[in-house]
């Protein structure tokens, strides 16, 4: 049976959105990227974000965390509305892990270091402590015992399973991911993307930017195709995957698949 949506069932998914993103638009000077986007992400989704190069997603994905500043429209994550010039961003954003193509990591600190550092600065964490969730998350993604390692002595699939571990250790409550295979080698993506995996069926509210349709097939719990700024389409990955009803959808998928 078909349960009517209430006002007050509504009401309790908006609620639920760990991202709203309302009329946005961003601009590089007369480049119009975004152009008008109406998005939300709910609480323990898993929404992988398709389209082709230059269609926006990686702005889109740095609008969610105030990387960059929207020309216009709201954002609002975790209830709060990062566009207000009163809100406090730093701490919105500490609740926010990013996973970047190139994995950032901090080339003269050692794993545990990288994994560390950003949890005694900036959450005041004990050495002891933050090592205890640094090892922790290490052997989630599968690297305990190299807590030792430089970055340079880590295949690219460890370094960006140490990234991870690294925005994991914060505890943020939203992971967002541009593009986390991209930079590597075909035989170390499957590992990245148990990982990743894992973190969905463990609940984590995760918003992915992609170009691995298996990945997005077998995990998204939703997909939006993004062009020219705009989304297309939207929907079960089944429907956008396999059914896809916008031509310029089609014709993507049919060059990447
Ligand atoms: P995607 O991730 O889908 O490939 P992007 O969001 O990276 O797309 O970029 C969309 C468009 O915005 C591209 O044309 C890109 O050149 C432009 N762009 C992105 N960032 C900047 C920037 N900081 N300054 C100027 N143009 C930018
Ligand atoms: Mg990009």
Redesign the pocket.
């Known amino acids: 049976m078909t349960v009517p949506l209430t006002a007050e069932r509504a009401n309790a998914r908006t609620a639920d959105a760990v991202v709203r993103i309302r009329g946005l638009h ?1 601009s ?2 007369p ?1 119009e ?2 152009r008008g986007v109406d998005f939300q992400v709910r609480r323990g989704e898993v929404v992988c974000v398709v ?12 609008c969610a965390n105030l990387l ?1 500043t929207p020309s216009a429209g709201r954002v609002v994550v975790r209830g709060v509305d990062i566009t207000d010039p009163e809100a406090d961003i730093d701490r919105v954003r500490r609740g926010i892990g990013m996973v970047f193509q190139q994995f950032n990591l901090f080339p003269h600190l050692n794993v545990l270091e990288n994994l560390t550092i950003a949890q005694r600065r900036v959450l005041r964490r004990s050495s002891g402590e933050a090592a205890a969730v640094a090892r922790e998350n290490l052997a989630k993604v599968g690297l305990s015992g190299k807590e030792d390692s430089y970055p340079a002595q880590l295949s690219g699939g460890q370094q960006q399973r140490v990234a991870i571990a690294r925005a994991l250790s914060m505890g943020p409550g939203l992971m967002l991911f ?2 986390p295979t991209s930079a590597l080698d075909p035989e170390l993506v499957g590992d990245v993307l148990t990982v990743m995996r894992t973190l969905a069926d463990e609940g984590m509210t995760m918003m992915v ?1 992609t170009h691995e349709m298996a990945f997005a097939r077998e995990v998204a719990d939703r997909v939006v195709f ?1 062009d020219e ?1 705009r989304i297309l389409e939207q929907g079960r990955p089944e429907h956008v995957l396999a059914e896809p009803v916008h031509p310029r959808t089609r014709a993507f998928l049919s060059r990447i698949i």
Do not use: I, N
């Open positions: 961003k590089f000077g480049t990227v975004l389209g082709p190069s230059g269609s926006g997603k990686s702005t889109l994905l740095r960059e541009d593009e930017v993004l700024g």
